[in-house]
């Protein structure tokens, strides 16, 4: 089975702070050793995606969203709870960026279900097994093994490893800030592929410069307030073990 990936929050395994980006003034879970601020986020390969929990007694302040520049593509994000639209960072983020940008082209990401929110947190998504929002299997699944992607900034053509991951890409220093996209993982090296959470607070303990076990690098950030919105409703919905009681779904993921 594959390893979770997820954030960490104040529920067991949760993951995904951020800041001003540069041109500003800026997936079965498996256990994770808690740190100071939460947990590790996302579970692949024989484990779950995981991410870092949520910090204990998160402030009940709504957190203040800077919009994007919108310089790149924008991904339009269908849910059956309203719209939302990212600017994704080819410019600062040319490998993740892409690799989402392929599966979301490919219609890899609609029909799929949100399988872990959290309010004042993050909303995860992106495993293929929440086709089927009750499936056991959610929070694990990735991107076909070996299957491969066009380096947009570059040309160059990039194949995802034996387990659908892709390397991780620790370069523009973006903090993941409310309103960002950050790729979820298992907190081993290069165990990113197609989960990501969206932030809904500043979550700056799981930059991947920062101190600490957590990684995972912003790829992408809505537009306008009203995107935003839409985020921090969905992780306001009821669930049950942090999953959706009624599935919140993706219906489409268009590019432009």
Same mark, same amino acid.
């Given at each position: 089975?594959?390893?979770?990936?997820?954030?960490?929050?104040?529920?067991p395994d949760? @993951?995904?702070? /951020?800041?001003?980006?540069?041109? +500003? $003034? #800026?997936?079965?879970?498996?256990?994770? &050793? !808690? %740190? *100071?601020?939460?947990?590790?986020?996302?579970?692949?390969?024989?484990?779950?995606p995981t991410m870092l929990g949520a910090p204990a007694g998160a402030p009940a302040v709504e957190p203040t @969203?800077?919009? /994007?520049?919108?310089?790149?593509? +924008? $991904? #339009?994000?269908?849910?059956?709870?309203? &719209? !939302? %639209? *990212?600017?994704?960072?080819?410019?600062?983020?040319?490998?993740t960026a892409s690799n989402f940008l392929d599966l979301a082209r490919n219609g890899f990401y609609d029909g799929l279900h949100f399988h872990?929110?959290?309010?004042?947190?993050?909303d995860q998504f992106g495993c293929p097994f929440t086709r089927d929002p009750l499936s056991p299997r959610a929070g694990t699944g990735g991107p076909p093994p070996g299957s491969t992607f066009v380096n947009l900034a570059t040309g160059e053509s990039i194949r995802r490893n034996a387990d659908g991951t892709i390397p991780d890409e620790?370069?523009?220093?973006?903090?993941?800030?409310?309103?960002?996209?950050?790729?979820?993982?298992?907190?081993?090296?290069?165990?990113?592929?197609?989960q990501f959470f969206m932030n809904?607070?500043?979550?700056?303990?799981?930059?991947?410069?920062?101190?600490?076990?957590?990684?995972?690098?912003?790829?992408?950030?809505?537009?306008?307030?009203?995107?935003f919105d839409v985020m921090v409703a969905i992780s306001k919905t009821p669930t049950r073990d942090d999953c959706p009681v009624t599935p919140v779904t993706m219906k489409s993921v268009t590019v432009a």
């Open positions: 089975m594959a390893k979770r990936q997820e954030l960490g929050s104040a529920p949760s @993951f995904p702070q /951020a800041m001003p980006r540069h041109r +500003h $003034a #800026t997936v079965a879970l498996v256990s994770l &050793t !808690f %740190v *100071a601020a939460g947990i590790v986020l996302f579970r692949h390969a024989n484990a779950a @969203f800077t919009p /994007a520049i919108q310089a790149n593509p +924008h $991904a #339009t994000f269908h849910t059956s709870m309203g &719209t !939302f %639209v *990212a600017e994704i960072f080819v410019d600062s983020m040319p490998l872990r929110v959290i309010p004042g947190f993050m620790h370069t523009a220093r973006i903090s993941n800030a409310p309103g960002t996209l950050s790729m979820a993982n298992t907190g081993r090296k290069d165990s990113g592929g197609s809904t607070v500043h979550n700056d303990f799981l930059d991947w410069f920062s101190p600490g076990e957590s990684k995972h690098p912003v790829f992408g950030k809505v537009v306008d307030q009203a995107s």
